[in-house]
């Protein structure tokens, strides 16, 4: 299998305050994780690539100073939402895809994801 | 960049198919998913295509075509729980980064 958890499934929040989510490969290794956020009714925005034991590497128009990641280990990454705002609020997604000796393709298997309301 | 193109929405019948399209133009191409999202889910693994050809896994089916940058996924006997958003994502040799689609909504009616 390749199950993907994230915690929490869902957070409320007061404006200003910093929110953590973790996302984690249960059942294999994942040397790449990915963290999207999607509003209601869109598709799924990358906002950042997660490499273990490497900077993360952000798409444009994302500011690494508020989105905090931190690949910490083949089975952990971490996004942390510094100084949240309501326009923050949305649904975050992580993915995991698998390292090359688990015989690694490109897919992509995401988290349940985490709804995220800044209040 | 990439863009990706699918329909916003389709409606169908239950027991029927329905064809949801998918073109794309990337530099670097890698191969190409679909995902099945429900309303506050995320995203589930469907089908991979990185060569020419269908790719059948039970109801559901997947074709590509890479010099055309055409994909459709196909869907047999149709059931009221496939009412979901099918989303088209293509991956590029850049990072191993998939660009999603945005998403056809499909909805089963009886």
């Known amino acids: 299998g390749a199950v993907v958890s994230q915690h929490p499934s869902r957070v409320i929040c007061k404006s200003g305050t910093s929110v953590k989510i973790e996302c984690r490969s249960l059942?294999?290794?994942?040397?790449?994780m990915f963290w999207y956020r999607q509003f209601p009714k869109q598709s799924l925005m990358l906002m950042a690539t997660s490499n273990e034991g490497s900077k993360a590497t952000y798409e444009q128009g994302v500011e690494k100073d508020k989105f905090l990641i931190n690949h910490a280990s083949l089975t952990l990454s971490t996004l942390t939402v510094t100084s949240a705002h309501p326009e923050d609020s949305s649904f975050y997604i992580c993915?995991?895809?698998?390292?090359?000796?688990?015989?690694?393709?490109?897919?992509?298997?995401f988290g349940p994801g985490t709804r995220l309301t800044v209040l | 960049g990439q863009n990706i193109d699918q329909p916003t929405e389709m409606t169908a019948t239950e027991g029927a198919i329905v064809q949801i399209n998918c073109t794309y133009q990337t530099s670097g191409f890698n191969g190409l998913f679909w995902y099945q999202q429900h309303a506050g889910e995320a995203p589930t693994f469907l089908s991979y295509n990185v060569l020419d050809g269908l790719e059948e896994k039970g109801r559901f089916s997947s074709f590509l075509s890479r010099s055309k940058g055409y994909s459709y996924l196909l869907l047999k006997e149709l059931q009221m729980k496939d009412s979901a958003s099918y989303l088209c994502a293509v991956s590029s040799t850049n990072a191993g980064k998939s660009t999603f689609g945005d998403g056809t909504t499909l909805t089963v009616k009886p």
């Open positions: 059942d294999f290794q994942a040397t790449t």
């Open positions: 993915s995991a895809r698998k390292h090359p000796r688990e015989g690694a393709t490109d897919t992509q298997y």
